[in-house]
């Protein structure tokens, strides 16, 4: 059963940053590409940042370029998101995601990120 855990999110003033992980079971996730999404209130889901099996290969939306950066540990079946000038606009759920399990990948639970002064 495949699971996604993700962790991290919270509370934080304009400027400042906040590392997200999530924690993935049930697969063989060093063989597989995963991605961050977001969604605020209102708003559709949107892809933020994805990373490929092994790394070598990143992704990101222009609106977080310069500012977040996905990583992975393969040995801790571990994705990261590190996100560093937190904008206001960045307030939303963020989810992980993984293309297994079904046609439509399978998903966390989310975080909760809100950026406020």
């Known amino acids: 059963q495949v699971q996604l855990v993700e962790s991290g999110g919270g509370l934080v003033q304009p400027g400042g940053s906040l590392r997200l992980s999530c924690a993935a079971s049930?697969?063989?996730?060093?063989?597989?590409?995963m991605s961050w999404y977001r969604q605020a209130p209102g708003k559709e889901r949107e892809l933020v940042a994805l990373i490929s099996s092994t790394g070598s290969y990143t992704n990101y939306a222009d609106f977080v370029k310069g500012r977040f950066t996905i990583s992975r540990d393969n040995g801790q079946n571990t994705v990261y998101l590190q996100m560093n000038s937190l904008k206001i606009e960045d307030t939303a759920v963020y989810y992980c995601?993984?293309?297994?399990?079904?046609?439509?990948?399978?998903w966390g639970q989310g975080t909760q990120v809100t950026v406020s002064s």
């Open positions: 995601s993984a293309p297994v399990g079904s046609q439509f990948g399978s």
């Open positions: 049930g697969f063989t996730f060093s063989t597989y590409p």
